[in-house]
């Protein structure tokens, strides 16, 4: 069973920045694409960032040139570098990996953007 967990969430003041990190409980490149969603109260969870197998990368118009996805196979991670945070970011952030047509989902962590 595929687990993916998710940390570096927390408090960031309007304009902060964090980096949240996925470590996979298998060799990343098992997976088709990896990536990032995020889900705020009231609201579907929506895409914000994903790399495929070959490493490209694929981006939310509304985080373009603030985030950015990057790995590192042999430490099976998939991290998030979110800067220039707003308010509208404070969401429950959620990993993701797809294998063909399996979603694998992470518990999500917290990222809260507060004034």
């Known amino acids: 069973q595929v687990q993916l967990v998710e940390s570096g969430g927390g408090l960031v003041q309007p304009g902060g920045s964090l980096r949240l990190s996925c470590v996979a409980s298998?060799?990343?490149?098992?997976?088709?694409?990896m990536g990032w969603y995020r889900q705020a109260p009231g609201k579907q969870r929506e895409l914000v960032a994903t790399?495929?197998?070959?490493?490209?990368?694929n981006y939310a118009d509304s985080v373009k040139g603030r985030f950015m996805i990057y790995r590192n196979g042999a430490e099976k991670t998939v991290w998030l570098q979110m800067n220039s945070l707003s308010h509208e970011e404070t969401a429950v952030y959620f990993c993701?990996?797809?294998?063909?047509?399996?979603?694998?989902w992470g518990q999500g962590t917290q990222v809260t953007v507060y004034s």
């Open positions: 298998e060799n990343i490149f098992n997976f088709n694409i």
């Open positions: 993701n990996a797809q294998i063909l047509r399996q979603k694998y």
């Open positions: 790399i495929n197998v070959g490493g490209v990368t």
